[in-house]
């Protein structure tokens, strides 16, 4: 009996010899979150991107009144909770972008100060809890769609001493991006003609998405039913006239992806009257009056309407 109980005991030894071994094998190369001197540690929730930076998009925009509010979580890092209130403080950190534009992309560059209203802020996350949020109100106009603009956000203090500051998500970069002023979901009173038949389908779509191509150009999703040739619209936004009665309207140049010549064709006197050109009305949205034809192997076709900013 003591010579089976010490072969099953060696028989164990062994067993977790091997497996302590395997274990070592399998965690060559990997890195884990090191809680080894502090079992807590503050960061911030959302995870960076591949650059090392998370995204915030805005509506552009010419009033310098307007402000945008986005969240951002400070997190708790830990196997375990706190029984107590945590105070965390972050601050506003101009010379982390800096050493970011610096050494990893100098295509950014600093989003001044007038246009947020971040300095510094304490957040608490309860006892019990990982998570609390703080906001920041971000102000876009004059930011152009064209460049890429940086803030970063840095925790410089916790009110527990046992808690550290995470070396890697202690900073939280994030890109500040703006639409151009026209991008938005439009509605539209379309005539659409098909080449095919002859046929005017009328109001054919009541709703219209144009996005952002660069600050002066909009894409749309595509103008003709059935055929997908997204239309750039690219603004003359450089010349302001009065057109067709409107004061401080603009021309614009109409461009059928992957057309060209006769089969894209702009139409700036459809029907006897003035096309092509947008502007602001009275409530400050805008108003782009578009005439278009299309050539396929059906024929050519024409779609003309009025398109209103919601």
Not at 269 to 285: I, L, R, S, T
Request: proline share 3%.
């Amino acid at each position: 009996m003591k010579t089976l109980k010490k072969l099953l005991i060696a028989m164990a030894a062994f067993a977790l010899m091997i497996t302590t071994s395997c274990l070592d094998d399998s965690m060559v190369d990997i890195e884990v979150e090191d809680f080894g001197g502090s079992p807590y540690i503050a960061d911030f929730n959302e995870m960076p991107n591949s650059g090392g930076y998370i995204k915030r998009s805005f509506q552009g925009t010419t009033d310098p009144t307007v402000t945008f509010s986005s969240s951002f979580r400070v997190n708790l890092s830990s196997p375990w909770q706190l029984d107590e209130d945590l105070t965390v403080t972050v601050r506003l950190d101009e010379a982390a972008v800096q050493d970011f534009i610096a050494n990893k992309d100098s295509e950014f560059q600093l989003l001044s100060s007038s246009k947020h209203n971040f300095t510094e802020t304490t957040v608490t996350i309860p006892a019990g809890e990982r998570e609390a949020e703080f906001s920041v109100d971000f102000a876009p106009a004059g930011l152009s769609a064209d460049d890429k603009y940086m803030v970063a956000f840095s925790i410089v203090g916790t009110s527990n001493p046992d808690v550290l500051i995470s070396g890697n998500y202690g900073t939280q970069y994030v890109q500040i991006g703006v639409t151009n002023v026209y991008d938005g979901t439009y509605t539209v009173d379309l005539d659409w003609i098909y080449g095919g038949n002859g046929g005017n389908y009328g109001d054919y779509y009541t709703d219209w998405v144009i996005g952002t191509g660069s600050s002066v150009t909009c894409i749309s999703d595509y103008f003709y039913p059935y055929w997908n040739y997204p239309i750039t619209i690219a603004v003359d936004a450089e010349n302001p006239q009065t057109i067709d009665g409107h004061e401080n309207a603009y021309y614009v140049t109409l461009d059928a992806e992957g057309k060209d010549g006769d089969d894209d064709k702009q139409l700036d006197d459809y029907e006897g009257g003035v096309w092509n050109y947008c502007y602001q009305n009275a409530d400050g949205k805008w108003v782009f009056k578009l005439a278009h034809a299309l050539t396929t192997g059906s024929g050519t076709h024409v779609a003309s309407g009025v398109f209103v900013q919601n």
